[in-house]
């Protein structure tokens, strides 16, 4: 059991350039997020999805894209980078509002 | 604006110490508190509070929920090396799918 999988671990990106970081869970859970944690301010909601082609902005959406067209992946898009944006990323997923969330092991970002 | 604060920021203490991190939080819709231990990577659960004055406990860990004071502690007695980690803080909202607001974290640091 893989539990919630983020690919890649690093990445670095001149200014201007997309990417997408990859989320992937085997756990069949309806709830997934994107968090970004910077140093001092702990993690900070990015966008979520309550089920397959559902998703939602949440705290610092600007910048970044998602879609949920299965319920095992969530990715999340950068659409053009910006130095604002380094940062490690965590994906998380849950079964249900009254349970813990699984975390990803991951992606530190750095755009130059 | 929804917020969670964690104090302190940052603690040494010496093995076999009990320390104390505290949690408050100001946020609307709350749903359910939950903690996290965070090593190098993923943020690991460690207790969901739902209830008032219910300490939940496991090992060496204990917290314990205040709904009216709108705060949390957790305890670790007889501190070891490999507590040493961030310990985030994180709360739940009604309506937003599982999806936290997290504090910035204490780091706890443990000398032999």
């Known amino acids: 059991n893989a539990g919630v999988t983020q690919t890649p671990k690093f990445q670095v990106l001149k200014t201007g350039q997309s990417m997408t970081l990859q989320c992937a869970q085997d756990?069949?859970?309806?709830?997934m997020s994107w968090y970004r944690q910077d140093p001092g301010m702990g993690l900070r909601l990015i966008h979520y999805s309550v089920g397959a082609g559902i998703t939602d902005q949440g705290e610092v959406p600007n910048g970044y894209n998602v879609s949920r067209s299965t319920t095992e992946d969530f990715p999340l898009r950068l659409l053009s980078a910006a130095p604002s944006q380094t940062s490690v990323y965590f994906c998380?997923?849950?079964?249900?509002?009254?349970?813990?969330?699984?975390f990803g092991q991951g992606t530190r970002l750095t755009v130059v | 604006e929804d917020k969670v604060v964690q104090s302190p920021l940052s603690l040494v203490v010496h093995e076999g110490d009990t320390v104390t991190l505290n949690c408050s939080y100001e946020?609307?819709?709350?749903?359910?508190l939950l903690w996290y231990k965070q090593e190098k990577k993923a943020p690991t659960f460690l207790f969901m509070l739902?209830?008032?004055?219910i300490e939940k406990k496991s090992g060496r860990l204990s917290s314990i929920l205040d709904k009216k004071e709108l705060f949390s502690i957790l305890n670790i007695t007889a501190t070891q090396t490999g507590d040493s980690a961030v310990y985030l803080c994180a709360v739940v909202r009604r309506g937003y799918g599982q999806n936290f607001v997290f504090g910035p974290g204490t780091r706890l640091s443990v000398l032999p």
């Open positions: 739902t209830s008032s004055g």
């Open positions: 946020v609307t819709n709350f749903r359910s």
């Open positions: 998380a997923s849950s079964s249900s509002v009254n349970t813990e969330a699984f």
């Open positions: 756990m069949n859970h309806e709830y």
